[in-house]
Structure formats: structure tokens, C-alpha cells
């Protein structure tokens, strides 16, 4: 069955330490992976996706996330986390016609100052 | 990047109304669109694909009678919730892919409460 698991519901960090957000998926198919930030009030934005090739992706706002296929995980992380960071995130897995995405739980990110 | 924007952002509707909420791609055509429903602190949950000019495909387990999806242009999709009751109340969120497009465009989404 297809699933996407994001296993922390809260993460909070410091401004300017390094964050890791984990997300582990089953999928039957070669999977296209997405991170999405959600911003109070505001739509999903992609961050970042992977289909295929160099498993390390750069995205937007100075993050990137490594593909694993060993370890079924798509990590996102970010070397220094700004305050503007603080939101929720999303990982997802979908198909490559995009006719069904599989979102994790999210994981709620603080920043303190 | 394209834009996809919905109408109303938040709507309180009486139990046993029915309740429209747009869904616009407002800068490139939108051949799929989803509809998602993510209740408070959890994921989103795909309730259903539409493609334009076809009947939607529901998720299993979404009520298709309930939750009517109209997909009558390549910029517009609605979603109609009839005879809403309070467990309807939730975030509803769509999206939208198109010829030209690699990834799925997220509206902002909709509140919707029923009292």
C-alpha cells in the first residue's frame, strides 16, 4: 500500500541551527517525491521534487532533500533556519501522470529566536 | 509560476445547505484538478481527480452525491457540498495540473464551518 510517514508532528529549532524534517514512503511504483511548506492562511508551495538522477535535489529557500532508495526516504534539510521558516511541512509521493498524491502527516516547524 | 486561486477563502453555512466553492487555474489551462480535504492538524486526503469535460473519480470511501465536482472548462473546477452537516466542516484545498506543467499547483484553500 502506498503511505508516506512523517514522524515528527513538532519540531522546534533554534534560528541559524540546521534542520532535518524525516519522511519515509511505501510505494509500489518508482516514486516522484515532493516537499511542500504550508504557510497559515496560504496554499501549499513547493519546495522541492525529485524524479530522478543526482539524489540530492535543491529547492527553494535554501533547502534540499536526499533520496534514499535503500531506506524508502526523502529528508529535507536546511543548514541555518530562519525564523520565516516556521510552518508546516508536507512530504508527498505521487505518480508520474500526477493522478494521485500521497501526503504524510505533516511536521509542524518552530524556529525560536 | 502558475497561479491557482479559490473562491470563497472561508464560508459558515447552515446545516442542510448547500455550499459552492470555486477552484480557478488563472494562468495556464487545467487539464487535471484535484480536490483534497484536510481536517485540522492532519494530512491532506484526496477526495477526487476531475479532468475536464469527463465525471470526476472519487476516492473511495468519498460520497460522490455529497461532494459534486464539475470540471466544465480548463480553468474552472467546483465543488458543490449538498445538505452540509457539521462533520463536513473542514479545510478544502484543490489543485491543478496542465499541458506544460510538471507539478501540481495548490489553491490557497477554503474553511468551510456548518453550523
Known amino acids: 500500500a502506498q503511505s508516506v510517514t512523517q514522524p515528527d508532528i513538532h519540531i522546534t529549532v533554534s534560528e541559524g541551527a540546521s534542520l532535518e524534517l524525516r519522511c519515509n514512503y511505501s510505494?509500489?511504483?518508482?516514486?516522484?517525491l515532493f516537499w511542500y511548506v504550508q504557510s497559515p492562511g496560504q496554499g501549499l508551495q513547493l519546495l522541492l521534487k525529485?524524479?530522478?538522477?543526482?539524489?540530492l535535489v535543491q529547492g527553494i529557500k535554501g533547502f534540499e532533500a536526499e533520496f534514499k532508495r535503500s531506506q524508502s526516504s526523502f529528508n529535507l534539510r536546511k543548514p541555518s533556519v530562519h525564523w520565516s521558516d516556521a510552518a508546516e511541512y508536507f512530504c508527498?509521493?505521487?505518480?508520474?501522470?500526477?493522478?494521485?498524491?500521497?501526503f504524510g502527516s505533516g511536521t509542524k516547524l518552530n524556529v525560536k529566536p | 509560476g502558475a497561479v491557482v486561486s479559490q473562491h470563497p477563502s472561508w464560508v459558515i453555512c447552515k446545516s442542510g445547505t448547500s455550499v459552492k466553492i470555486e477552484c480557478r487555474s488563472l494562468?495556464?489551462?487545467?487539464?487535471?484538478m484535484f480536490w483534497y480535504r484536510q481536517f485540522p492538524k492532519q494530512s491532506l486526503m484526496l477526495m477526487a481527480t476531475?479532468?475536464?469535460?469527463?465525471?470526476?473519480?472519487?476516492e473511495q470511501g468519498v460520497e460522490k452525491d455529497k461532494f459534486l465536482i464539475n470540471h466544465a472548462s480548463l480553468t474552472l473546477s467546483t465543488l458543490t457540498v449538498t445538505s452540509a452537516h457539521p462533520e463536513d466542516s473542514s479545510f478544502y484545498i484543490c489543485?491543478?495540473?496542465?499541458?506544460?506543467?510538471?507539478?501540481?499547483?495548490f489553491g490557497p484553500g477554503t474553511r468551510l464551518t456548518v453550523t
Open positions: 489543485s491543478a495540473t496542465g499541458q506544460g506543467t510538471d507539478e501540481q499547483y
Open positions: 510505494y509500489g511504483a518508482t516514486p516522484y
Open positions: 525529485y524524479f530522478s538522477g543526482d539524489t
Open positions: 508527498a509521493v505521487g505518480a508520474y501522470n500526477f493522478n494521485k498524491f500521497y
Open positions: 494562468d495556464f489551462q487545467a487539464t487535471t
Open positions: 476531475s479532468n475536464e469535460g469527463s465525471k470526476a473519480t472519487y
